[in-house]
């Protein structure tokens, strides 16, 4: 079965960065698109970032210039690099991929990102 593993959250300081990794298994994990989510206190799940199979990438505006999206398909793995991190940026980040046969969103647990002083 499918399944998303997070794993790189931590507490940085307001400027500071954070290396977010997320293991895939139980699907051909280079021909889909992958996705980063967060949930920051009080508002609702965001897409940070998305990376395509062919590397095509997507970033939300805020974080333009400052998060970079990558993947690595020998290892079933796609990051996160957070750079120049805001306090306001503090939240739970998910990795998330789409299945368009079966119409299905996966989700990992998530990995909590403290960014305070």
């Known amino acids: 079965q499918v399944q998303l593993v997070e794993s790189g959250g931590g507490l940085v300081q307001p400027g500071g960065s954070l290396r977010l990794s997320c293991a895939a298994s139980g699907f051909i994990f280079s021909s889909y698109v992958m996705r980063w989510y967060r949930q920051t206190p009080g508002k609702e799940r965001e897409l940070v970032a998305r990376i395509s199979a062919g590397r095509s990438t997507y970033y939300t505006d805020s974080v333009k210039g400052r998060f970079t999206i990558s993947r690595d398909n020998a290892k079933n793995t796609v990051y996160l690099q957070m750079n120049s991190l805001k306090p306001e940026e503090h939240g739970v980040y998910y990795c998330?991929?789409?299945?368009?046969?079966?119409?299905?969103?996966?989700w990992g647990q998530g990995t909590l990102g403290t960014v305070s002083s």
């Open positions: 998330n991929t789409f299945d368009p046969v079966g119409s299905t969103d996966y």
